[in-house]
């Protein structure tokens, strides 16, 4: 086992900051890479040393595989964590990382090159037994084979991209005459946005929830879970607020779904930190993506566990067993994130900008993280997400008192942001009930915008 003595962080913004502080937590020394956009970005203020990758463009930076190597090998790092996004599930990336004599703090490049593709990634959740969405069973290849194979599945269908990601690659034909123009919605969206244009077709969901399961593993057969993650609130695919455990499980369907996953893994020899992403509907459980990395939801996870999963990342990827088992992990409480975007709440344009004034939100049960500070300069060539609030409670009740008062609380000036979406959205029976699906947001923001 080799223990980790300088962790180069190859992200950015509040992600970048999570993993400092658990590196520092463990006495392990940081390297923050930064464009030249985030020369003056907290993830670059708080590491260690600091190195600069590029231009702003992430494509000339944070997606700059050489650079980061470089400064990896300058450094003088032993291991590379790639945060969420950017190279995070990049097998390409975690094989160089490796063959630099580095350790990528992640699972295996042949796992992530498994699970970034759609299709494989559902004939392998197949053969370890997930229920899957009735769907293709392979790439499309022609408009004749999505007919014949759309009559199997019904309508209404979602056409998807097999490398797609943050929602997009996606197209809902309702009706058989809807079917064309998906198909070449769609690839050609997965085209432009992963440079893959191949697609497959699932059923359309009418009401589901996402539910998503969060394991840990060390890879020599140790593996536990870290319960579910309800992450229904959604925009146009992409989740907006999360809460653990989910409000719409009971106990038996829950304990279904952990052993499903906890089985799947082992099987699948998997090592690191992972999630399983599912739609439930009706009492069914339908398995949509497996995620080879840390999560930006996962903070409620360690909130109802008090488990630091980015320490537990860190560790299995030093090549050590995993020192929990499941009997030692207890679950406790209620917990919710809400993700606050640079962004106009109404129309969800981006808003960056200079933070005139900037107050987090704090006391028990709260955790904010987020680089941003006053007179910091949120810049526009980024996702906008800046801040999260974690709330927990000893009960969902008491979790919803809290988030309430938190969100009153926080304060972030001179840019716009979805703080005031929050604000209203902890006001709505049908949320203070945990009575919505996948649509519900979209349903309301029709509503209310
Ligand atoms: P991505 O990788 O782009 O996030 P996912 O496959 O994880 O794509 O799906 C993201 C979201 O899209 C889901 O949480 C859900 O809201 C919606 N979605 C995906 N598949 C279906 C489906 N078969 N029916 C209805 N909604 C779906």
Not at 5 to 12: D, H, Q, T, V
Not at 439 to 446: F, I
Request: include cysteine.
């Amino acid at each position: 086992m080799a223990n980790f003595e300088k962790i180069l962080i190859a992200n950015r913004g509040e992600i970048a900051l999570r993993i400092h502080r658990a590196c520092r937590e463990m006495g392990i020394a940081t390297v923050a890479v930064h464009s030249t956009a985030d020369a003056d970005a907290m993830h670059v203020r708080l590491a260690d040393e600091s190195v600069c990758i590029g231009p702003p463009q992430s494509s000339q930076s944070y997606l700059n595989k050489a650079a980061l190597l470089t400064a990896a090998t300058i450094t003088g790092a032993d291991a590379v964590h790639p945060g969420v996004g950017f190279l995070a599930e990049n097998a390409t990336f975690a094989e160089m990382v490796r063959e630099h004599g580095l350790t990528f703090i992640g699972p295996e490049p042949e796992h992530i090159a498994l699970m970034g593709d759609k299709i494989e990634a559902r004939k392998t959740a197949d053969k370890l037994g997930l229920p899957l969405v009735p769907g293709s069973d392979g790439a499309i290849d022609s408009e004749a084979t999505a007919k014949r194979m759309a009559e199997e599945i019904g309508f209404p269908l979602l056409v998807k991209a097999a490398a797609g990601g943050g929602g997009r690659g996606m197209k809902v034909a309702r009706r058989p005459d809807e079917l064309e123009e998906a198909l070449r919605l769609a690839s050609s969206e997965a085209a432009a946005a992963f440079g893959d244009d191949s697609i497959y077709m699932e059923r359309y969901l009418g009401q589901p929830r996402h539910i998503e399961v969060q394991i840990l593993s060390d890879g020599r057969g140790n593996v536990i879970h870290l319960g579910e993650r309800d992450c229904s609130l959604q925009r146009r695919h992409q989740k907006i607020l999360e809460e653990a455990p989910s409000p719409a499980l009971n106990s038996e369907e829950r304990a279904r779904l952990l052993g499903l996953c906890v089985d799947a893994v082992r099987k699948l020899g998997y090592r690191s930190a992972g999630t399983f992403e599912f739609l439930y509907e009706n009492g069914e459980f339908y398995f949509i993506e497996m995620n080879t990395r840390l999560q930006v939801e996962h903070p409620i996870s360690e909130a109802i566990t008090g488990i630091d999963l980015v320490r537990e990342q860190i560790k299995v990827a030093s090549g050590a067993p995993l020192a929990l088992s499941q009997d030692e992990i207890t679950f406790s409480g209620h917990a919710i994130e809400c993700r606050i975007n640079a962004e106009d709440p109404r129309t969800f344009v981006p808003s960056p900008g200079l933070v005139s004034d900037y107050h987090p939100a704090g006391g028990l049960g709260v955790r904010v993280d987020s680089g941003l500070y006053a007179g910091y300069r949120v810049p526009p060539f980024y996702d906008s997400l800046v801040a999260k609030v974690i709330v927990d409670g000893s009960s969902r009740n008491e979790c919803l008192m809290r988030l309430r008062r938190a969100l009153e609380e926080m304060v972030i000036d001179g840019i716009s942001t979805t703080l005031p979406l929050h604000r209203l959205l902890i006001g709505e029976p049908d949320f203070l009930n945990g009575d919505y699906d996948i649509h519900w947001l979209e349903s309301w923001l029709a509503t209310h915008a």
